[in-house]
């Protein structure tokens, strides 16, 4: 189901955007909503400008996907909309939080203390689940070129196969991709 809206977004239409991608992505797998939301069902932005967002997010410091809510906010409202969205994301998660610690602790040693354990588990599989699915689906539609599926294929063998360090595969392989892909647009 895809609805696109047509002009800027009202602020209580980012807040409670970004408000239900806190409550449905809570656990992992925001970046997966969160496009799915602005980019998908909404239309505030197209698979470009989310990618271009998303990467400078991981650049600043701070949680990447605060950074994105953050980011998309003042692209569509400013600082009013950068808040919107930020309260949106990350109010209901915290209350989520305290709530579930509290009941966590306190059920430590009742029969049914292991429910919460469990339950957060699950919600983990989910995440990881929703975070590949997002990744494979933006692949398939902004990975065509030899030079960016050589370097997908070669980070995800070196860490999820070979098991490297992240920080030394990056070190490597972000110099490596940077001059692949200039010589590339170069010929």
Known sequence: METRSTGQPTLSSLFSSFMRIGLAAFGGGLAAWTRREVVQTRGWMDDKQFLSGYALSQLIPGATNVNLAVFIGTQMRGIAGALACFLGLTAPPVVIVLITGYLYLHSQGQPSGPWVGAALEGMGAV?????????????????????????????????????????????????VSLAATWLARKR
């Open 127 to 175: 995440a990881i689940g929703l975070s590949l699915g997002t990744g494979v689906r933006l692949g398939q539609r902004n990975i065509r070129a030899v030079v960016p599926v050589a370097t997908v294929l070669a980070v995800t063998i070196a860490i999820g196969v070979l098991g490297y360090p992240l920080v030394e595969v990056l070190a490597v392989m972000l110099p």
